[in-house]
């Protein structure tokens, strides 16, 4: 039995699991490496669109997991499953040391709020009208491509994502999207934007339009990923050494930018940690389990300007978590004060923002920071592990945060400490992260 069997399962989950018993695909696939599935045979079970689209691979079903399979579109109502090299993960620990470029907005505009960026086409906007995009492929570029289209013809070899082998796959007319396409008078750059922080991509929302646009243009297409989370855009600009070749993808360079300045000083940290009131943890909520806090700050972020009430399997499609990983940064935000559960026959367990979530999301994004710190640091294990944090000169670890967890007696034990450290540690770590920049 695989270490998914036990865990909670999506609704994407069930209906896979239906369609591979019911057409013994893993037989298929370990027969003839791939299997072929159209889309009225998934919408069998569920409508192909919500059961196709897997963004990060966090998001696969878990039968897919379990098989290391993911799926590839090649034609407008086909797909092929097997063990390809779909994904790649993108450059963190880089990322954390890439200086950020302060941008100025125009003035002028009133209908685009570079502060409150709730989707990936303002997002584009934003970057597009401070001339962040020019200033990234380094000349002037137009906003001339966006939304859907056919692909087109095009063959291509993926890798096998556990053998040294290699699929070739012919596109027929799949449809592929571009948020937005940049000409300027010697380059095209086509971008794939996200709200919110991830840890890979899905090659395919690149290379199928890079595919397309190379046929259709006379100048080199850029490819380029950008993600825009806790107001900055982090950019990842690639390159295919081998246009035939999927998984030929290498980056060339990493940038970020925010608009104007949102410097946050130790001083501004250390004096809410010296006047901050310290308020009893929820006894009712577990103890957080979400280490990455600027996933917590995104997710709160769209549900207060996006989506006002959001179910664990809506949180899993839209964000780059999986079911578990739902509830758990749901909780934590809960935790905090910031969201609310409830509970209907339509929608089962779903969320919704408190008053205290929306007065602290509305804010600017230097005082909306310092807000969700002293969220965080009024709780006692967070507050006391910071100002160790601070006494220590910035030296932290495991044991020091396992002793203050232990000492306040949360009612966990020794096992379940040591795996919730971790999230404290991350905590802290975001909020030293802001007088960084």
Request: aromatic content about 12%; hydrophobic content about 35%; glycine content about 6%.
């Given at each position: 039995?695989?270490?998914?069997?036990?865990?909670?399962?999506s609704k994407n989950d069930k209906a896979w699991e239906i369609l591979f018993h019911k057409y013994n695909i893993?037989?298929?696939?370990?027969?003839?490496?791939?299997?072929?599935?159209?889309?009225?045979?998934?919408?069998?079970?569920?409508?192909?669109?919500?059961?196709?689209?897997?963004?990060?691979?966090?998001?696969?079903?878990?039968?897919?997991?379990?098989?290391?399979?993911?799926?590839?579109?090649?034609?407008?109502?086909?797909?092929?499953?097997?063990?390809?090299?779909?994904?790649?993960?993108?450059?963190?620990?880089?990322?954390?040391?890439?200086?950020?470029?302060?941008?100025?907005?125009?003035?002028?505009?009133?209908?685009?709020?570079?502060?409150?960026?709730?989707?990936?086409?303002?997002?584009?906007?934003?970057?597009?009208?401070?001339?962040?995009?020019?200033?990234?492929?380094?000349?002037?570029?137009?906003?001339?491509?966006?939304?859907?289209?056919?692909?087109?013809?095009?063959?291509?070899?993926?890798?096998?994502?556990?053998?040294?082998?290699?699929?070739?796959?012919?596109?027929?007319?799949?449809?592929?999207?571009?948020?937005?396409?940049?000409?300027?008078?010697?380059?095209?750059?086509?971008?794939?934007?996200?709200?919110?922080?991830?840890?890979?991509?899905?090659?395919?929302?690149?290379?199928?339009?890079?595919?397309?646009?190379?046929?259709?243009?006379?100048?080199?297409?850029?490819?380029?990923?950008?993600?825009?989370?806790?107001?900055?855009?982090?950019?990842?600009?690639?390159?295919?050494?081998?246009?035939?070749?999927?998984?030929?993808?290498?980056?060339?360079?990493?940038?970020?930018?925010?608009?104007?300045?949102?410097?946050?000083?130790?001083?501004?940290?250390?004096?809410?940690?010296?006047?901050?009131?310290?308020?009893?943890?929820?006894?009712?909520?577990?103890?957080?389990?979400?280490?990455?806090?600027?996933?917590?700050?995104?997710?709160?972020?769209?549900?207060?300007?996006?989506?006002?009430?959001?179910?664990?399997?809506?949180?899993?499609?839209?964000?780059?978590?999986?079911?578990?990983?739902?509830?758990?940064?749901?909780?934590?935000?809960?935790?905090?004060?910031?969201?609310?559960?409830?509970?209907?026959?339509?929608?089962?367990?779903?969320?919704?923002?408190?008053?205290?979530?929306?007065?602290?999301?509305?804010?600017?994004?230097?005082?909306?920071?310092l807000a969700l710190v002293e969220c965080i640091i009024e709780k006692e294990i967070f507050n006391k592990t910071?100002?160790?944090?601070?006494?220590?000169?910035?030296?932290?670890?495991?044991?020091?945060?396992?002793?203050?967890?232990?000492?306040?007696?949360?009612?966990?034990?020794?096992?379940?400490?040591?795996?919730?450290?971790?999230?404290?540690?991350?905590?802290?770590?975001?909020?030293?992260?802001?007088?960084?920049?």
């Open positions: 039995m695989s270490n998914n069997s036990k865990k909670e399962k893993l037989d298929e696939i370990h027969k003839n490496g791939i299997y072929k599935i159209s889309a009225t045979v998934i919408n069998e079970e569920r409508e192909a669109r919500l059961m196709t689209k897997f963004d990060h691979k966090i998001q696969l079903p878990l039968i897919f997991q379990d098989n290391h399979l993911t799926i590839q579109p090649d034609s407008r109502g086909t797909y092929i499953i097997g063990k390809f090299e779909s994904y790649k993960d993108i450059s963190k620990r880089e990322a954390e040391f890439t200086s950020i470029s302060e941008i100025p907005f125009p003035e002028y505009i009133e209908t685009l709020t570079p502060t409150n960026i709730y989707s990936e086409s303002a997002s584009i906007l934003c970057a597009y009208h401070a001339e962040i995009i020019s200033d990234l492929v380094g000349e002037e570029v137009l906003f001339t491509v966006s939304g859907r289209m056919s692909t087109g013809r095009f063959s291509y070899s993926i890798n096998n994502s556990q053998e040294d082998i290699h699929y070739e796959i012919s596109v027929e007319n799949s449809q592929c999207e571009i948020d937005g396409g940049f000409e300027g008078a010697n380059v095209f750059a086509i971008i794939e934007a996200k709200i919110g922080e991830i840890d890979d991509i899905l090659i395919r929302q690149l290379y199928y339009p890079y595919r397309l646009w190379t046929d259709k243009t006379s100048k080199p297409v850029i490819p380029i990923f950008m993600y825009y989370s806790n107001d900055i855009f982090s950019f990842y600009i690639y390159e295919f050494k081998d246009k035939f070749n999927y998984n030929s993808i290498e980056l060339v360079k990493q940038k970020r930018y925010q608009i104007g300045s949102n410097d946050i000083e130790l001083d501004d940290v250390t004096n809410i940690l010296a006047k901050v009131k310290v308020t009893p943890a929820p006894t009712e909520i577990p103890f957080p389990q979400a280490n990455i806090f600027i996933r917590i700050a995104d997710l709160l972020m769209q549900i207060h300007g996006v989506n006002p009430v959001l179910s664990k399997e809506d949180i899993a499609i839209n964000y780059a978590f999986n079911i578990r990983q739902a509830g758990y940064y749901a909780d934590a935000a809960r935790y905090l004060g910031l969201l609310q559960k409830d509970r209907n026959k339509e929608q089962g367990v779903f969320y919704s923002m408190t008053e205290k979530g929306h007065t602290i999301m509305a804010k600017t994004t230097r005082n909306r920071n910071l100002k160790t944090y601070l006494d220590e000169g910035g030296e932290l670890n495991q044991h020091l945060i396992c002793e203050i967890m232990t000492n306040e007696n949360i009612g966990l034990s020794k096992s379940t400490i040591e795996r919730r450290s971790s999230t404290v540690f991350g905590w802290v770590k975001w909020i030293m992260g802001l007088t960084q920049r």
